[in-house]
């Protein structure tokens, strides 16, 4: 096929003056923005209370009543972003202002934006005329890595030593100190800070898997020593559970804000555009006087997502619908061997595949038709669209054998399948999701590389293209041209770049399967440790092999966090339910009889939900390192922006 190419760019300058307009952060430059500080103001306490060696002699000042004070490090400057302004001195940010990535950040949001305020309102979607869309390699050092050379990507490659190591990932994990950078500074630098808080929150999950793995490793143990799974102490080892995932998401949400800061991310809502779908009313906003483009009818708007989720909600019943005709089927030869349930469990897991691809084209259907304003409201919209129904979807079949079915002689038998179905789905879902990451991408490749030698082999035969065009192609351009050109034809042959959405769904789901019947099989831990190592390491390989993404900004793994919380919750109530209804132990702790049993569960859980708020209350969202580094930020917008605004509107009027 003939492809016409079109490559976008705007001026430097032109990028600067909507990053004014827009009011979008950037990093300063620690030594001039103390400089100026001091020039700029006298109240300026902490740029005249720094130490900053090219600057001072002394790293103590001398306080008038109280005597000598050591007068604060340099670094606590480091990752301090302040709102682009042309009007003040450039030298005080960073230089380069607009690097690879910010730059095609801008030019993203100049093509989105509407075009009544300025920009191109272009789509980003495949359509019959627009076949690959994607963001060119920094060719400033001519490949991704720097070495001089295109890059050879490998599995091999990735999973060295370094790889297992999370200090690799994270780099030094503190705000002030940037001497060593880790793989998501690379990551975010290249590929944006969307992607970026994806393998953070994923390493972070690596990492906090082993202290679980070592309760699920002791509590198997028991399993098997005795030859049950209600084991004593099995509510101990619900309640540690349920701390665990607590706390790992607790803490997670202090890693998210102190990376937000490092990345200047804290304000990215305030300068978010509509994206290019959304149709609404121009008003003047009475927070800024600027025309922007507002949701035209609510009520509106509020019926559509009511809409879309009566259809998720008549999806989710297609699936039991589905899941209930696999257990009739099941049921009809109940007398066969084992390897006939084991069949059903992946008959199952495929189904959950089959319709979870379907329901995926149907969502973002319905979240484009529901008109969101926000790049951030459509993501967070169509991940709950996705994640309910790939809850329902793929957990059902559990809920269904633990609480439903009544073929069963005993207790142990049900829950010995329950442990054999969730075994199955863990199993296949991961041969399949990894199988697709891998072996899909790579034999659309392959089967692209075929097709254009094919071609070029035929041209060539029929003398439509010899070796003396394709010299004088090559000598009209420049070496830089003859590079973008390359550029664009290897990326044209790749597979787009994995979906973050789907990607981030695979982990919640595996850690559902973890945490939701942790009394089945304590051993999950260690399984989704192993699969997710496999699973980091194949999607940065697929991030690195497929067309490079346009580096979109993000303030975190937004509504995920919600949703993993809620997970915790309902942890709470089906562990419990399995040990109250579907084992002896609490009936004899407290006695045979149904009225107690219900007592028990809901106390139980009452009890155990309230440990999970005094924990999530407990542990603040932001460290105190986080803290104060944003107070730090507020005071350099303040005297390094505002002041300097107010001084030269006073000097004009003047």
């Known amino acids: 096929k003939d492809y016409y190419l079109a490559i976008i760019s705007v001026s430097d300058e032109i990028a600067l003056e909507w990053l004014d307009s827009v009011d979008r952060s950037v990093p300063i430059d620690p030594v001039m923005a103390i400089q100026a500080g001091r020039a700029g103001s006298k109240e300026f306490d902490l740029a005249h209370h720094t130490f900053c060696p090219e600057l001072d002699k002394d790293d103590a000042v001398e306080v008038q009543g109280i005597g000598t004070l050591q007068k604060l490090q ?32 801008v030019v993203y949001d100049m093509l989105i934006n509407d075009a009544k305020l300025g920009g191109a309102q272009f789509v980003f979607a495949k359509t019959k005329s627009l076949k690959f869309c994607f963001a060119l390699n ?86 098997m020593a005795t030859g049950t799974i209600a084991v004593r102490g099995s509510m ?56 922007v483009e507002t949701i035209s009818n609510w009520w509106i708007y509020f019926g559509k997502i009511v809409f879309s989720l009566s259809t998720m909600l ?11 005709s696999i257990w009739i089927l099941k049921n009809a030869k109940k007398n066969d061997p084992p390897t006939w349930s084991i069949f059903i469990g992946v008959l199952n897991a495929v189904e959950i595949q089959i319709l979870n691809a379907l329901y995926t084209k149907l969502a973002v259907m319905l979240n484009g038709w529901e008109n969101h304003r926000l790049q951030f409201d459509y993501y967070n919209h169509l991940v709950i669209k996705r994640i309910c129904f790939i809850v329902v979807n ?44 891998i072996g899909i991408p790579w034999l659309v490749y392959w089967v692209k590389q075929k097709l254009q030698a094919r071609k070029m082999a035929k041209e060539k035969e029929q003398g439509l293209l010899t070796e003396a065009d394709e010299e004088a192609q090559h000598a009209e351009r420049t070496q830089d041209e003859q590079m973008v050109f390359n550029d664009i034809k290897s990326q044209m042959e790749r597979s787009p770049t994995p979906s973050l959405l789907d990607n981030m769904a695979e982990v919640v789901i595996l850690h559902g399967y973890i945490i939701l019947f942790v009394v089945i099989f304590p051993l999950m831990p260690l399984l989704c440790l192993i699969n997710n190592y496999f699973e980091i390491g194949i999607d ?12 979109f900004s993000s303030n975190g793994i937004g509504v995920w966090k919600q949703v993993l919380a809620l997970f915790n919750i309902v942890a709470v109530f089906s562990n419990m339910a399995l040990l109250t209804f579907r084992t002896s132990l609490v009936s004899q702790l407290i006695g045979e009889g149904s009225t107690r049993s219900l ?17 999530r209350n407990g542990i603040d969202d932001a460290s105190e390192e986080t803290k104060y580094a944003r107070k730090r930020q507020e005071q350099c917008e303040k005297y390094l ?11 004009s009027n003047a």
């Open 74 to 105: 340099p670094s606590r400057w480091n990752n301090i972003h302040i709102p682009y302004d042309t009007s003040l001195e450039q030298n005080i940010y960073q230089q380069p202002i607009l690097n690879d990535r910010l730059y095609l950040n």
């Open 138 to 223: 920094d060719y400033s050092l001519g490949d991704r890595d720097g070495d001089g050379q295109r890059d050879t990507v490998s599995l091999s490659k990735i999973y060295n030593a370094q790889f297992f190591l999370p200090s690799a990932w994270f780099g030094v994990d503190t705000i002030e100190d940037d001497t060593r950078q880790g793989t998501i500074d690379s990551i975010r630098e290249y590929y944006g800070e969307g992607i970026a808080f994806y393998f953070l929150f994923t390493v972070h999950y690596i990492r906090c898997l082993y202290p679980m793995l070592i309760v699920g490793v002791i509590w198997f143990i028991a399993q």
């Open 236 to 291: 101990l080892g619900v309640l540690l559970a349920i701390v665990w995932t607590t706390v790992m998401l607790e803490y997670y949400a202090r890693l998210e804000a102190r990376w937000r800061f490092k990345f200047g991310m804290d304000s990215y809502s305030d300068s978010e555009i509509p994206q290019p779908l959304f149709h609404g009313n121009y008003v003047i906003s009475p927070e800024s006087g600027m025309v």
């Open 314 to 324: 008549l999806c989710m019943a297609v699936v039991i619908a589905c899941v209930v």
């Open 394 to 437: 793929s957990f059902n079949s559990l809920f269904y054998i633990a609480f439903y079915e009544d073929d069963f002689e005993s207790d142990d038998d049900r829950l010995n399948a329950v442990r054999i179905q969730l075994l199955t789905l863990f199993i296949t879902a991961i041969l399949i999701q990894n199988s697709m990451e």
């Open 540 to 551: 940065y390989y697929n991030l690195r092999v497929s067309q490079r993404p346009i580096p």
């Open 599 to 615: 007592i028990f569960y809901f106390l139980a859980c009452i009890i155990l939900i309230g440990f999970q708020l005094i924990l």
């Open 641 to 651: 922006v505002r002041a300097t605004v107010k001084q030269q509107a006073k000097a």
